[in-house]
């Protein structure tokens, strides 16, 4: 089943820590089911020094969550809210939102 959130939509985190916090989505895993969130369950890792990052250290950040614990926020209302699907007279297939029925973006 394919992701009904998309990378940099704005979504709005609904359990776990992170309850309430908002960000955009900065990648997609499909095959986990999982989202990295921008802001949103940030981690401390431990690196070593390489070519790529001569400086070692503890470095903060954004692991994977799963996508059922977020909600795309509408652009339009401004709402968390579910992600519907219909089609337009073009035969296009769009995103709608559940609470105003607006179109989010041309899928």
Do not use: W
Not at 33 to 53: A, L, Y
Not at 67 to 83: D, F, I, N, S
Request: hydrophobic share 35%; charged share 30%; proline share 5%.
């Amino acid at each position: 089943m394919s992701m009904r959130i998309k990378k940099n939509d704005q979504v709005r985190v609904i359990s776990g820590k992170n309850k309430g916090k908002e960000g955009k989505i900065l990648r997609n895993i499909p095959s986990k089911d999982m989202i990295v969130v921008e802001g949103v369950n940030v981690v401390s890792r431990h690196v070593k020094p390489s070519q790529k990052n001569p400086q070692a250290g503890i470095i903060k950040q954004e692991a994977p969550i799963y996508a059922a614990k977020v909600m795309l926020v509408c652009p339009q209302c401004g709402a968390a809210t579910r992600v519907g699907s219909s089609f337009l007279e073009s035969g296009k297939k769009v995103r709608v939102c559940k609470k105003c029925n607006e179109i989010i973006d041309r899928a």
